[in-house]
């Protein structure tokens, strides 16, 4: 390493700050103190492929400047570092959720804080809560995924987000310099049943639309959205007036109402175009919630969790009680009636916002579609 890029700490510990490397997987390299070694040891951090250029340039600068700070302040490594400068388990994972919960949105923070809650009854009543952090390997990763399985009679599904909440809480922590490697990060999933995406028949979508149009009209708009564009229910909560554009006939999802924080466009069909227009959103300020407070356009946001509740209510009166079926059948039951109207794969895949074609082909596969011709025409 060149002497020039060589720092000091507070402490007059010397290390190398953060420097960004492109290659197949970008990365930030430093340089930091092993007293173990009584040398400096070289520290890489990924940057995530998925993300926007921008997305990504900001990712940049904020670990940087996180890290150069934590490097600066005295951070080090090795056993002799000063005990009492250990988080214990508890504070560590607390501290780690805090951190997610100003990233995440609002439906992901309440599973997260369920989550949290669930380890948080592991490790006291095992007593480990009070242990350095560092002692949370992934020996005790699994003992944590079986006490789920014995204790909680958790399925494969639910372990597995639990075990992939873990891991973001450690790369959280490995970010900012509190621990060096991931318990969690090479722990397999469990095999779960596939068949999750439950459309409604051609007579329960019939009798939902008709009970809707008469007991619970903005609902029965709510789920247009859901049917023609595709939207999930979060981004038509958050969706304002000024993100329909009818004269483009696109509804904008900007990246602060998205799931994947990405802002990309939702084609108006004919049906809701229709629809659109007969709600005279004209009238409102471009800034109102379409769905705000009591289902009208309003300054005042309504919860995802509202509309849920109204649809279920919705279902029970209708005697609809098919296991599976929820406000996301919506969307399966539309992606299933366009496709079988014509409408070609990239078409879905764009209207979905999908990252890929693949991933489109597994979703529709996954609702019955896509079924090769020649086997229902062949006979052998």
Known sequence: MRKKNLQYNVDGIP????????????????????????????????????????????????????INGLLHQGFTM?????????????????????????????????????YLNILTLYLKEKKKDVLPITQFDREEMFLFLDWLNEERNVGPRTRNNYKDYVRTLFNTLMDRGVVQDNPAS??????????????????????????????????????RFIYYAFMRPIEICR????????????ILVRNNQSKNKKQKPCVINPQLMEIIQKMDLDQYPEHYYIFGKDRMPS??????????????????????????????????????????????????????????????????STLGLRIPVELKTKKW
């Open 15 to 66: 290390y190398v700050p953060v420097k960004f490397v492109e290659g197949v997987r970008d990365y930030l390299e430093y340089w930091v103190y092993n007293y173990d070694s009584g040398k400096l040891e070289r520290q890489r951090r990924y940057i995530s492929k998925k993300l926007s250029k921008r997305d990504r340039e900001q990712q940049v600068r904020e670990m940087s400047r996180e």
């Open 78 to 114: 090795g056993l002799k570092q000063e005990q009492d400068k250990i988080l214990k388990t508890l504070e560590a994972f607390q501290k780690a959720n805090k951190i997610k919960d100003g990233e995440n949105g609002e439906r992901a923070n309440a599973n997260y804080r369920s």
């Open 186 to 223: 090479k722990i397999k999933d469990l095999a779960t049943r596939s068949g999750r995406y439950i459309i409604f028949t051609a007579s329960q979508k019939v009798q939902l639309e008709a009970y809707m149009k008469k007991h619970n009209y903005r609902l029965y708009l709510y789920t």
């Open 239 to 250: 969706m304002r007036v000024r993100n329909i554009d009818l004269d483009k006939g696109i």
């Open 299 to 364: 300054p005042t946001f309504r919860h995802r969790n509202r509309y849920s509740e109204d649809h279920r209510r919705i279902l029970d009166a209708c005697e609809i009680q098919d296991e599976g079926l929820d406000m996301y059948s919506w969307k399966h039951t539309g992606n299933c009636n366009a496709y079988l109207a014509g409408v070609d794969i990239y078409s879905l895949k764009i209207q979905n916002r999908h990252s890929s074609l693949r991933q489109t082909e597994i979703y529709l």
